[in-house]
């Protein structure tokens, strides 16, 4: 969104110039107004933000281009400082009747700062790479494709990776057809990060459906069997599958009466037969063909058993 009443140029002198159209008196209160600090916890100087909100009794015009400009050198600030673009932390530099004004000024800062950290000129230094791991049912493999905040860096890096990794599981939520409700999410997060965690989540949420694209069909089957194990129950009692990284499995069924009734071990593989759908292949057994309606529970059946059943798959190895 352009503000009508100013556009930010390139060069800060230009910003400067822009000053030049304000009334001398309008523009000796807005000195003035920034002698008066506003509190704010982005600052790693002091308590206090060095920029002052709009000028009470400025004509509209004024106060609009004041927030403006406010607006363009606080955007720049949060690149700089590796904060989210998020205009709404700073509510105390604008009112309703400036708050679009100080939006566009926000926004072509921002932009600004980052193109120009972004040249050609300069190289890229990619970040340190992550070895943690969060289990998941949620996502084929087991695992998040994304890790919590790096424990041992800076406030600001934690709270703006906990931002960034809530926005993209929000979006995958709705894509995957799950319920909004970020706190399922738990390892991605801690007690200092939970806030901007939730806040990127419910921005990821709602960014998707405004997108205009339906939820996806959910891949709800396995891209592997190493480490999983599938419950089920038949007339004779409960059964057991456990599946192997080596290609090996071993069945383990309960009789009603609790004796074991079978105990067999055996070569398996397996295909994904659809999104959701994957046929197991065991080499002293009948074929098994499993339909997931989420990452855990399944409804299926052996090859030449008309009967269906319900499943449960549990990741007990890693």
């Known amino acids: 969104m352009k503000n009508a009443f100013v556009s930010h140029p390139l060069a800060i002198a230009s910003v400067a110039m822009a000053l030049v159209t304000l009334p001398a008196k309008a523009d000796d209160k807005s000195k003035d107004l920034r002698k008066h600090h506003q509190p704010s916890h982005l600052s790693t100087s002091n308590s206090h933000s060095q920029y002052a ?32 673009k998020s205009f709404s932390r700073h509510s105390s530099l604008y009112d309703a009747a400036t708050r679009d004004a100080f939006v566009s000024g926000y926004s072509d800062g921002y932009d600004r700062a980052r193109s120009e950290a972004t040249r ?30 790096p424990r041992q860096s800076p406030d600001v890096i934690r709270q703006r990776h906990a931002y960034d990794v809530g926005f993209k599981v929000g979006q995958d939520d709705f894509y995957r057809g799950i319920s909004r409700f970020g706190n399922r999410h738990s390892g991605l997060f801690d007690a200092s990060t939970s806030n901007s965690f939730a ?14 694209r339906p939820p996806e069909d959910p891949h709800f089957a396995p891209e592997t069997l190493s480490g999983v194990q599938i419950d089920y129950r038949d007339n004779h009692g409960s059964n057991t599958f456990t599946f192997f990284q080596n290609g090996q499995y071993r069945l383990v069924s309960i009789s009603q009466n609790r004796t074991v ?53 549990t990741r007990v190895t890693r």
């Open 199 to 212: 806040q990127g989540y419910s921005d990821g949420y709602d960014t998707a459906i405004e997108s205009g």
């Open 120 to 149: 050609k000129d300069r190289p890229y230094v990619p970040p340190a790479p992550s070895s943690v791991t969060v289990p998941s049912n949620l996502y084929p493999s087991g695992y998040y494709p994304y890790t919590p905040p």
């Open 53 to 84: 909100p709009v000028p009470a009794k400025a004509s509209d015009r004024q106060r609009k281009q004041h927030a403006s400009e406010v607006g363009f050198r606080v955007g720049e600030d949060d690149f700089h400082n590796h904060h989210t």
């Open 261 to 313: 009734a079978d105990n067999r071990e055996g070569m398996y593989s397996f295909q994904i037969t659809g999104d959701s759908r994957i046929l197991i292949h065991f080499s002293n057994a009948p074929a098994l063909s499993l339909i997931f309606s989420d990452s855990y529970t399944a409804t299926g059946g052996f090859a030449g058993d008309g009967r269906t059943y319900a499943f449960k798959a």
